[in-house]
């Protein structure tokens, strides 16, 4: 669909990177369209596929991310619930809720958005989602299938940084790919899925010791800490692709990636923020809740 990059072995030869951007948008408008089509077949024969929305907070950016996303799924033909519990809610409600929706017929996918609720743990919360909905992977069932290989829906941010690479044509398969960020939502799923596909992968996180000589070792460096440019010129090798998960407010109301901008003197190809992981995150999941409304 695109034109491809260089291999990461193949440009790191070549000394300091060009710095080529690897935006997001056009892989995100083929998935969107994809899911669309579907979901017009799916609606013909009188299922119309229905994501449901989670949330419990008064964070501004979760709220904006939340709207995106039921905008988009609108656009394409679904259908969209928001289920806001307010930042007040027991972590009770939360769960109740969540064991509502898994139980209702009409509804295929259930994300589960955070922020959550003061003393209320994802991992908890989230086991109450049917992992046939679980179409954002947070379920800890859905982990361990993605860990041991078997079918089940990946967290849509970390499937999108897989998905880019293919956009693109990087493959993994006997590179080093290295991962910063250890979450359960990016850092070890993403890790799963770059094993299936044969890369060799070294995750580091805030207790590793010598983080940018061992970030300097990867062809492919996935930057997924949640920290405003730890990453700098120097944890990455010349002519790495890096991929940049973060997205961090700033106080005028823009986001930043994990990444610093100088970055682009060294790497060979680098994800904006935004614009790179995030519109192919958003159009993963109507891909994973139209998915779902056929096997429901």
Request: one cysteine or more.
């Given at each position: 669909?695109?034109?491809?990059?260089?291999?990461?072995?193949?440009?790191?030869?070549?000394?300091?990177?060009?710095?080529?951007?690897?935006?997001?948008?056009e892989?995100?408008?083929?998935?969107?369209?994809?899911?669309?089509?579907?979901?017009?077949?799916?609606t013909a024969?009188?299922?119309?596929?229905?994501?449901?929305?989670?949330?419990?907070?008064?964070?501004?950016?979760?709220?904006?991310?939340?709207?995106?996303?039921?905008?988009?799924?609108?656009?394409?033909?679904?259908?969209?619930?928001?289920?806001?519990?307010?930042?007040?809610?027991?972590?009770?409600?939360?769960?109740?809720?969540?064991?509502?929706?898994?139980?209702?017929?009409?509804v295929?996918?259930?994300?589960?958005?955070?922020?959550?609720?003061?003393?209320?743990?994802?991992?908890?919360?989230?086991?109450?989602i049917?992992?046939?909905?679980?179409?954002?992977?947070?379920?800890?069932?859905?982990?361990?299938?993605?860990a041991?290989?078997?079918?089940?829906?990946?967290?849509?941010?970390?499937?999108?940084?897989?998905?880019?690479?293919?956009?693109y044509?990087?493959?993994?398969?006997?590179?080093?790919?290295?991962?910063?960020?250890?979450?359960?939502?990016?850092?070890?799923?993403?890790?799963?899925?770059?094993?299936?596909?044969?890369?060799?992968?070294?995750?580091?996180?805030?207790?590793?010791?010598?983080?940018?000589?061992?970030?300097r070792?990867?062809?492919?460096?996935?930057?997924?800490?949640?920290?405003?440019?730890?990453?700098?010129?120097?944890?990455?090798?010349?002519?790495?692709?890096?991929?940049?998960?973060?997205?961090?407010?700033?106080?005028?109301?823009?986001?930043?990636?994990?990444?610093?901008?100088?970055?682009?003197?060294?790497?060979?190809?680098?994800?904006?923020?935004?614009?790179?992981?995030?519109?192919?995150?958003?159009?993963?999941?109507?891909?994973?809740?139209?998915?779902?409304?056929?096997?429901?």
């Amino acid at each position: 669909m695109s034109q491809g990059t260089p291999e990461p072995a193949a440009a790191a030869q070549h000394g300091t990177g060009h710095g080529r951007e690897l935006p997001g948008r056009e892989l995100a408008g083929a998935l969107r369209a994809e899911a669309a089509e579907r979901a017009a077949a799916l609606t013909a024969r009188g299922t119309t596929p229905h994501l449901a929305v989670v949330t419990a907070t008064a964070d501004e950016s979760s709220a904006w991310y939340v709207r995106s996303i039921a905008r988009s799924a609108e656009k394409a033909g679904l259908a969209c619930t928001i289920a806001d519990l307010g930042p007040e809610a027991p972590v009770a409600r939360v769960h109740e809720r969540l064991t509502e929706l898994s139980a209702d017929p009409t509804v295929h996918g259930i994300i589960l958005q955070t922020p959550l609720p003061a003393g209320a743990r994802l991992e908890g919360l989230a086991s109450a989602i049917d992992p046939v909905k679980d179409v954002d992977g947070a379920n800890p069932l859905s982990l361990g299938r993605l860990a041991a290989g078997l079918p089940a829906f990946a967290p849509a941010t970390a499937e999108a940084v897989v998905a880019l690479l293919d956009h693109y044509k990087i493959d993994p398969a006997g590179r080093h790919a290295v991962v910063v960020g250890r979450s359960t939502v990016v850092g070890k799923p993403v890790a799963h899925l770059l094993l299936d596909r044969n890369a060799t992968v070294t995750v580091c996180h805030s207790r590793t010791v010598g983080l940018a000589s061992t970030a300097r070792t990867g062809d492919i460096l996935v930057a997924a800490a949640g920290r405003p440019g730890l990453i700098t010129p120097g944890h990455v090798r010349p002519g790495a692709v890096v991929i940049d998960v973060g997205t961090n407010p700033t106080p005028d109301g823009g986001l930043v990636g994990d990444v610093d901008p100088a970055v682009a003197t060294t790497a060979a190809a680098l994800t904006p923020v935004p614009g790179g992981v995030g519109p192919v995150t958003t159009a993963l999941l109507l891909q994973h809740t139209v998915r779902a409304a056929l096997t429901l």
